[in-house]
C-alpha cells in the first residue's frame, strides 16, 4: 500500500498513470522524470516520489498524459 508520500516503483508509478512501464523508464533515461536508484550498480530499482511524478504528468501534452 502506498500513500501519498511514499515512493513509487516503476510499475506503480505506470499503473497510478494508466501508461506503459517504458514511458516512465524513457522518462527516467532522457532525464525528463527524477528517480532515484536504490538497486546496485548491474540491476536498477527507481523510486519516484509522487510529487515529482505529479509534476512529470503535468508537463506532457494532454494526449501523452491520457495514453
Do not use: V, Y
Amino acid at each position: 500500500m502506498t500513500t501519498l508520500d511514499t515512493p513509487l516503483s516503476i510499475p506503480e508509478a505506470a499503473q497510478h498513470l494508466g501508461i506503459g512501464l517504458g514511458a516512465i523508464r524513457a522518462a527516467i533515461e532522457k532525464g525528463d522524470l527524477k528517480a532515484i536508484n536504490i538497486g546496485t550498480k548491474g540491476r536498477a530499482h527507481w523510486r519516484i516520489s509522487p510529487a515529482d511524478l505529479e509534476k512529470w504528468r503535468a508537463s506532457l501534452p494532454t494526449n501523452e498524459a491520457a495514453k
